[in-house]
């Protein structure tokens, strides 16, 4: 669900389309309309949003969309408590919550990488089940 939610307001972005269309007298229409302003940058943060969620979306490299999505939704939570969107600042606050959750589900493979620790050696013997009907179906959905 993190990884969906932010394809389609990062293809808002990278088509060069407004988030929003509040005015210039709100705060938030006043800073979204300065970052919309800004061209390459706002598409450059819509490109990283689709990516990070692409990674999120793909089991091999959700580690690594997860780290990749930590810098943007906590960017956009604390955009969201500082210029006090009404509500939002929940919504992003569980979002930011559901990310960390996911690094700490996968801390056994970012901890050689935080604190030079020898990386968990490989158990070979281990056979990967084939996935679930079910659990297929949902890749297949969500792709």
Known sequence: ???IAFIAPGLTKVLGNRFTSLGLD???GFFFEGLYR???YWRFIGLAQILASLLLLIPRTATLGAVAFLPIILNIFVITVALQFTGTW???GLMLLANLYLLCWDYHKLKPLLFNAPAPAA???VVE???HWIERTGYAAVL
Do not use: E, K
């Open 1 to 3: 669900l993190l990884g």
């Open 26 to 28: 709100s705060p938030v």
């Open 38 to 40: 800004s061209g390459f």
């Open 90 to 92: 929940v919504i992003t």
């Open 123 to 125: 158990n070979w013997a």
């Open 129 to 131: 089940a084939t996935p």
